[in-house]
């Protein structure tokens, strides 16, 4: 068995992305159900962890936030359901890594403040724009 590809994965999502936008109703359809997928994954993970009626920030990470329909069906399923949540900018491309350096420095012991995300996420823009790319 091959490994798993995820930038195939990527690539065929963005294909069927493009045909949503230009009107393809069941290439919307999907679109649609992935972030709707997405919506029951934070719901059901904020009501295990009891945080249904918490203020907690919620946000999406990787390419497929980069569709104008699965973002949109996403914020709008994230606050029915979670209307005490703070959404946040999805993490595309090398942003999205920013989580994981988080979660990295929290287990070093470090306090993680707002002030160190921003400082993480610029310093991953400035990598990702010096490499000239997007990510993915």
Do not use: N
């Amino acid at each position: 068995m091959k490994p798993f590809d995820i930038s195939k994965i990527a690539g065929v999502a963005a294909l069927v992305d493009e045909e949503a936008e230009r009107g393809d109703a069941v290439a919307r359809r999907i679109m649609e159900r992935a972030a709707e997928e997405l919506v029951d994954t934070v719901y059901s993970l904020a009501r295990r962890l009891g945080m249904v009626e918490d203020p907690g920030i919620v946000g999406g990470a990787g390419s497929v936030f980069r569709s104008r329909i699965v973002r949109g069906r996403f914020e709008e399923g994230v606050k029915k359901l979670l209307p005490r949540a703070q959404l946040r900018e999805p993490l595309i491309g090398f942003r999205a890594i920013v989580g994981a350096l988080i979660i990295g420095l929290r287990r070093l012991g470090v306090a993680v403040d707002e002030r160190i995300v921003d400082k993480l996420e610029r310093s991953v823009e400035e990598v990702e724009r010096l490499r000239g790319g997007s990510g993915s």
